[in-house]
């Protein structure tokens, strides 16, 4: 049988080694020419360095997801007077906000003591008038806790802010208003919002 003669490769046919041009660690910035296409470290230390980072986001990437993910079941946990109290809190801070430079709306003092959002008529005469601007202003926590609201002052005073026509709406008869969870979310982020544009 005929043998075929042996036959060498030519060296100058094989495809040739690919340069890179240098470039920028992503570590320390310092020039260096990769070996490979995706290497874009310059050292092993500069390698470890990034691979550590690379981790550190992914879980940190991977931490956020899970606490949305645990805020998204609890929401959904919570019960109608949750909501009521989250958005009430929202609004009182608004409250507060609104009326930073102005005095109580009973005793028309200022002073250094604490400061409540205290409803003309309550929440729990009027609960369809809990969420109305026109029927809840800053007051001090004494007229507010220890003298009942006091009342008498508090409808002066805000017939001097907002005229006798809105106390007038405010005393007169109201229908029953229910509020869902859902009108308390909605409660709760447009205060939420109207308070952060105050703080800007």
């Known amino acids: 049988m005929k043998r075929s003669p042996l036959r060498r490769s030519d060296p100058t046919s094989r495809a040739s080694v690919p340069v890179f041009k240098p470039r920028a660690c992503r570590v320390c ?3 260096f020419t990769p070996t490979r296409g995706f290497v874009s470290w310059c050292s092993p230390e500069c390698g470890f360095e990034l691979s550590t980072e690379k981790v550190r986001k992914a879980a940190a990437k991977q931490a956020l997801a899970d606490r949305r993910e645990t805020r998204a079941k609890l929401e959904k946990l919570k019960t109608r007077s949750q909501w009521l109290k989250e958005a009430q809190v929202a609004f ?3 409250i507060r906000l609104r009326d930073a430079a102005q005095p ?16 003309y008529l309550s929440t729990g005469a009027r609960p369809e008038l809990r969420f109305d601007e026109d029927n809840v202003h800053k007051q001090c926590a004494p007229c507010n806790t220890h003298l009942h ?3 008498v002052l508090y409808r002066e005073g805000l017939i001097e802010r907002r005229g006798a026509d809105v106390v007038a709406r405010l005393e007169g008869p109201h229908g029953p208003l229910h509020q869902s969870i859902e009108d308390l979310k909605a409660i709760k982020a447009k205060y939420r919002a109207l308070t952060k544009e105050l703080t800007k």
């Open 29 to 31: 910035t310092s020039k």
């Open 149 to 151: 609201g006091n009342l």
């Open 104 to 119: 109580c709306i009973s005793c028309r003092r200022f002073h250094q003591g604490e400061w409540h959002a205290g409803h």
């Open 92 to 94: 009182n801070a608004f």
